[in-house]
C-alpha cells in the first residue's frame, strides 16, 4: 500500500486548530509534510526521522508536526488562518537521504472558513 | 527557498502527438525528480535521475538531465487523454531531507 492521510477534506474555522495524520508506506522510516496553495505552489514545511525533525521549511511556529515510534505522522496547525487553506501531502522514504525516490500520499484538503 | 522554474507553464497538444516540458535549477543538486499531479489529487512519481545520469527512460516517458545547463527536461511520447495533469520536477537543491519544487506545467492532452 501506499502512503495514506486521514482525513482527505475538512473544513475548519478561524481561530480553530487541526490535526492531519499519515501513515508511511511500509519500512520506510522518513516522512515529510507539504503545503500546496495555487499562490505558492508546493512548499516543504518538515521532515522527520526516527521521532526527530531532521529539517524544517519557512513556515510559522503554528505549525508542527511529530512522529511516532511507527513511523506514523501527525501536523498540527493551530490558530487557523484563511491562508492556510491548502492541500496538505505527506511523503515518505526509506531513509530521507538524497537518492531516496519520495512518494506522495493523496493529502488532505483543508479548507478554512 | 527560490523555487525552479518549469517551461511551459501550459501547454495543449492532441492525443499521438508527444509533449517536451523543461526544468530549470539554481545551484548543484545530487538527483531531481519528476512528478505528476492529476486535478486535486495526490503527487505520483514518475522518474528519478541523479547527477551522474544523463538520460532515463521510463514506458513512454523519457528524462534527460543537463547538469552544466541546470535543467532537465521530461518528454512523453505518444501522449494520451489520460496522461492530461501537471507535471512537476523537484530537485535536493536546497537541503538533502526536502524536495524543492517548480511551478509545474499544466498538460491537456485532446483526443
Known amino acids: 500500500t501506499g502512503v495514506t492521510q486521514s482525513p482527505t477534506h475538512l473544513i475548519k474555522t478561524r481561530g480553530q486548530q487541526v490535526t492531519l495524520s499519515c501513515s508511511p508506506i511500509?519500512?520506510?522510516?522518513?516522512v515529510s509534510w507539504y503545503q500546496q496553495t495555487p499562490g505558492q505552489g508546493l512548499q516543504f514545511l518538515f521532515e522527520y526521522f526516527s521521532e526527530t525533525q531532521r529539517n524544517k521549511g519557512n513556515f510559522p511556529g503554528r505549525f508542527s508536526g511529530r512522529q511516532f515510534s511507527n513511523s506514523r505522522s501527525e501536523m498540527n496547525v493551530s490558530t487557523l488562518e484563511l491562508g492556510d487553506s491548502a492541500l496538505y501531502l505527506c511523503?515518505?522514504?526509506?531513509?530521507?537521504?538524497?537518492?531516496?525516490?519520495?512518494?506522495f500520499g493523496e493529502g488532505s484538503w483543508l479548507t478554512v472558513v | 527557498s527560490q523555487q525552479g522554474e518549469e517551461d511551459p507553464q501550459a501547454l495543449s497538444i492532441q492525443e499521438g502527438e508527444n509533449a517536451t516540458m523543461n526544468c530549470s535549477y539554481k545551484t548543484s543538486i545530487n538527483n531531481l525528480q519528476w512528478y505528476r499531479q492529476n486535478s486535486g489529487r495526490g503527487l505520483v512519481h514518475l522518474i528519478l535521475i541523479r547527477s551522474n545520469e544523463r538520460e532515463k527512460h521510463s514506458g513512454r516517458l523519457r528524462v534527460t538531465l543537463d547538469t552544466s545547463k541546470k535543467s532537465s527536461s521530461l518528454l512523453i511520447t505518444a501522449s494520451r487523454a489520460a496522461d492530461t495533469a501537471s507535471y512537476f520536477c523537484?530537485?535536493?537543491?536546497?537541503?538533502?531531507?526536502?524536495?524543492?519544487f517548480g511551478k509545474g506545467t499544466s498538460l491537456l492532452v485532446t483526443p
Open positions: 511500509s519500512g520506510h522510516r522518513s
Open positions: 523537484a530537485t535536493d537543491e536546497y537541503s538533502g531531507y526536502a524536495l524543492n
Open positions: 511523503a515518505s522514504s526509506q531513509t530521507g537521504n538524497s537518492g531516496n525516490t519520495i512518494y
